[in-house]
């Protein structure tokens, strides 16, 4: 079975710059999730969308973050503008559902430095 | 609110020698338990989690977690580490019956001494 694919794995940027994310779930997986987790810290969800709706992004940067999933499977998170905080992991999982007990899947992540 | 506490930055165990990885949890309701792995440059591999039933739950690895519900702890043990072992462990919680989002630890790095 084929993991959870993301692209780029690594990104820099300098500050006001634009840069988007790609991930591609595990095929059949109904729920998506992007966390960003800063160094020395645990992942932090900024969005959770059940096939192509949204229900979660109440951590989301809306001023500066954006997301879509597309037909249900793929999905891409856009920073517009970046600063200089934004620099962390971004990281992309799936489960077959979002509720209850299902563990998540995750992707290698992509490491965004922003200068 | 839920929240998850993992006290270690940073575990040394000699190669051999038992090993525990301590995480607390807080919730309104019940909860749901999970421990997940991250090596270096790879993205977070689950390990065990805890729904219900047995206090005592077996992982990949040979990693397990004893559930502890008056303690709210979710400790992981092993009983002989490995050096392969090294890595940065996350204990997550999520709340039974709010099924509101996981909430992960900041994790607690393994270090296996040959």
Request: with cysteine; charged share 20%; glycine share 8%.
């Amino acid at each position: 079975e084929a993991g959870v694919a993301q692209s780029p794995r690594y990104k820099i940027i300098e500050k006001r710059q634009s840069v988007a994310f790609w991930c591609n779930p595990i095929s059949g997986h109904a729920t998506l999730y992007w966390y960003q987790q800063i160094l020395g810290q645990g992942p932090k969800l900024l969005i959770q969308f059940q096939n192509n709706g949204v229900v979660d992004d109440s951590q989301l940067p809306k001023d500066r973050f954006s997301a879509e999933r597309l037909k249900g499977v793929d999905s891409t998170l856009k920073i517009q503008p970046a600063k200089l905080e934004d620099s962390a992991v971004y990281l992309c999982a799936s489960s077959l559902v979002g509720q209850g007990y299902y563990e998540q899947y995750f992707g290698p992540g992509t490491r965004l430095t922003v200068t | 609110a839920q929240s998850v506490a993992q006290p270690e930055d940073q575990v040394n165990v000699a190669e051999g020698n038992p090993l525990t990885v301590k995480c607390t949890y807080s919730v309104s309701g019940n909860p749901y338990l999970f421990w997940y792995v991250q090596y270096p440059n790879r993205g977070l591999q689950f390990l065990l989690k805890y729904i219900t039933g047995d206090n005592l739950v077996k992982g990949s690895y040979g990693f397990e977690a004893e559930f502890n519900k008056s303690q709210t702890s979710f400790h992981l043990k092993k009983p002989s580490a490995l050096v392969s072992d090294s890595a940065l462990y996350f204990c997550a919680v999520r709340d039974r019956e709010r099924d509101d989002k996981i909430i992960f630890g900041k994790g607690t790095r393994l270090h296996i001494l040959p």
